[in-house]
C-alpha cells in the first residue's frame, strides 16, 4: 500500500525558519511534491522533487532523499500569511498506475 | 481562463439520494482527478481520469462512479447518498500525466452534507 506521514501540526514565530518532514512509502515513486492549503481553499503547488537534493523557490525550499524515502519543506523568513495547512504528494506510477497521493497535512500556526 | 471550476460549491442531501458534482476545465488537461478532504485524513483520491475516455479508481472508490466523455468534463456521481460521505470534494487537473512535475490545479471545492 501507499502511506505519507507528516507531522500534524507546528507552530512558529514570524521570521523564524520552520521545517516541515514527510516519509512514504509507496509501491512506485516518481517525485514529491508540496502543496499549501489555506483554510477554506483550494490547495496549490507550491515544490516538486524528482531527484535527490534541495529545490528553492524564493523563500520555501524542498528536499528530497529517495534512498531514505523522505523529504522536507523549509520555509524561511515566515510571515503570518504562511499559516496553512501542508500536504506533501508522492506521485504513485507504474503499470496501469497513475496516482497522486497525498498525505493527511501539517497545519502550520505562525504566531506573532 | 477559468482554470478548474466546481458547481455547486453548496449541496445538502438526504440518506439514499443521488447527485452529481461537477468539474470542468478549459486548460486542455490530459489528467483529471478527484479527491475527498475530511478533517484529519489529508486528501483522498476518489477516481481519476489519464483521457477522454480512460478512468481509474484511486484510495476510495466505493460509492462513486465517473465517467470522462470529453476532455473538458469529469463528473462525479454519488449513487445513494449515506452520511459517510459528508466531506469537502475537490476536483484538480494536471496538463500531461506524463510530466514528471505534474502539478495539479484544483478546483474550489464543494461541501457536501448527507443528513
Known amino acids: 500500500g501507499q502511506s505519507l506521514e507528516q507531522p500534524s501540526e507546528v507552530t512558529a514565530v514570524e521570521g523564524a525558519i520552520v521545517q516541515i518532514n514527510c516519509t512514504y512509502q509507496t509501491s512506485g515513486f516518481y517525485g514529491l511534491s508540496w502543496y499549501q492549503q489555506h483554510d477554506g481553499g483550494a490547495p496549490t503547488f507550491l515544490s516538486y522533487?524528482?531527484?535527490?537534493g534541495l529545490e528553492e523557490t524564493g523563500r520555501f525550499s524542498s528536499f528530497l532523499s529517495r534512498s531514505d524515502s523522505y523529504g522536507y519543506l523549509l520555509l524561511q523568513e515566515l510571515q503570518m500569511k504562511d499559516s496553512a495547512s501542508y500536504f506533501c504528494?508522492?506521485?504513485?506510477?507504474?503499470?496501469?498506475?497513475?496516482?497522486?497521493?497525498f498525505g493527511t497535512g501539517t497545519l502550520l500556526a505562525v504566531q506573532p | 481562463n477559468a482554470g478548474v471550476t466546481q458547481t455547486p460549491k453548496f449541496q445538502v442531501l438526504k440518506t439514499g439520494q443521488s447527485m452529481t458534482l461537477q468539474c470542468a476545465q478549459d486548460m486542455n488537461h490530459e489528467y483529471m482527478s478527484w479527491y475527498r478532504q475530511d478533517p484529519g485524513m489529508g486528501l483522498r483520491l476518489i477516481h481519476y481520469?489519464?483521457?477522454?475516455?480512460?478512468?481509474d479508481q484511486g484510495e476510495v472508490p466505493n460509492g462513486y462512479n465517473v465517467s470522462r466523455s470529453t476532455t473538458e468534463d469529469f463528473p462525479l456521481r454519488l449513487l445513494s447518498a449515506a452520511p459517510s460521505q459528508t466531506s469537502v470534494y475537490f476536483c484538480a487537473s494536471t496538463l500531461d500525466q506524463r510530466s514528471a512535475r505534474n502539478e495539479q490545479f484544483f478546483g474550489p471545492g464543494t461541501r457536501l452534507t448527507v443528513l
Open positions: 504528494a508522492v506521485r504513485d506510477y507504474g503499470g496501469a498506475t497513475n496516482k497522486l497521493i
Open positions: 481520469s489519464v483521457g477522454a475516455g480512460i478512468t
Open positions: 522533487n524528482g531527484l535527490d
